[in-house]
């Protein structure tokens, strides 16, 4: 059995989806269900007796350990986080609370349980803390590609606070030998995904007709990775990965935010046209850039394929279409998650973005 946290999330979901239809190896889901913990991610897994969830937070150590006791995981799966970074402009507490706080009651719980199993049980646990390539900060256009041995420069609250945690995971394999293991991935996409995030967010107000906001010049760069791919390599570093190594799991898929867009425009445009026979591409709009936006990510993922032998299965062609697909096929999903908090989180995000008196045109 492994444990899992934030499997309720986009990237948590997909995992513990995938690991299910891979393995039957049970799942112990822990979700603190805020507002991207959905479990109708996870409902096809409602009878399915290999998943048990458990409704707590990371940062309830005495909830955690008493998990970890009674379930006895060969392997704790850290996704849960808040991860968007123009969330953590408006509110870092609750970015540091999570990310850093949460982080370290998980480790305390992981390493009491640890320090009490015999030794081949010990010899085989391992603690894998999900990260991200934003810990690194920002590169130039000629800068080569983010490696593990980048030195960390983190430019935003959510990334400074994963920043800190991933420096306390490493901490504590490297002072109490807790065998833990780090990824730090490039931008997801594909099904599941909180349409606070570009992709999902450009294809859900290109349906309403709604405008598709633009920061800045659209130039931003990033290494684009299927979700899908990201399962398999953690399911690879679980298995094959050093304990208290990092290993960077990027797609190898560089694009401009506006390149992004266009495409999304164009697959709408041949799969589902809007009524009127215009090219969702008249409904973009540049709006005021997001306070220090760093300007390009990359990753350099010749680490995980030369030692562990994983590279990505999907092309960005091939895995954005598979996710246009899925939005267009799972519009009750999307209608249920666009409700609540989550329309006064837009209207509070986008309410001072303005498009810029220069920048009225569309693209």
């Given at each position: ?35 991207a913990g959905n479990l109708n991610n996870l409902v096809s897994l409602r009878d399915d007796t290999r998943h048990i969830f458990v409704h707590a937070d990371i940062c309830d150590s005495d909830k955690m350990l008493e998990l970890l006791n009674t379930y006895k995981p060969t392997a704790i799966v850290h996704f849960a986080a808040e991860s968007h970074v123009d969330r953590s402009i ?274």
């Open positions: 059995m492994i444990l899992v946290t934030g499997g309720a999330g986009f990237i948590g979901s997909n995992f513990v989806l995938d690991w299910l239809a891979q393995s039957d190896e049970p799942v112990v889901n822990v979700d603190k269900l805020t507002y408006h509110g870092p507490a609750e970015f540091v609370r999570t990310n850093i706080n949460g982080t370290f009651s998980l480790l305390e719980a992981a390493r009491t349980y640890w320090s009490q199993l015999a030794s081949a049980d010990k010899e085989n646990f391992r603690f894998l803390h999900v990260s991200t390539d934003e810990v690194y900060g920002t590169l130039g256009p000629d800068d080569v590609p983010f490696s593990e041995t980048t030195a960390y420069a983190p430019n935003s609250p959510y990334s400074a606070s994963k920043a800190a945690s991933d420096h306390l995971v490493r901490s504590y394999h490297h002072t109490y030998g807790l065998p833990t293991l780090t990824t730090n991935c490039s931008n997801n996409y594909g099904p599941y995904h909180f349409p606070e995030k570009l992709i999902p967010l450009i294809i859900a107000n290109a349906l309403a007709g709604k405008p598709l906001p633009i920061y800045g010049d659209g130039q931003q760069i990033r290494d684009w990775l299927y979700v899908g791919d990201h399962c398999t390599a953690i399911r690879r570093v679980l298995k094959a990965g050093k304990p208290g190594e990092t290993y960077n799991i990027g797609g190898w898929n560089e694009k401009a935010n506006l390149d992004v867009v266009h495409t999304l425009c164009d697959m709408l445009d041949a799969l589902q046209p809007n009524a009127v026979g215009s090219s969702y591409r008249e409904q973009i709009t540049y709006v005021t850039d997001r306070p220090g936006h760093d300007r390009r990510y990359a990753i350099d993922a010749r680490k995980i394929e030369r030692e562990l032998g994983w590279k990505p299965a999907e092309t960005f062609d091939s895995g954005i279409r598979k996710t246009v697909r899925w939005y267009l096929d799972n519009q009750a999903w999307v209608r249920d998650v666009q409700s609540g908090e989550y329309m006064k989180w837009l209207e509070k995000n986008y309410k001072q973005r303005k498009p810029p008196s220069d920048a009225q045109e569309t693209a």
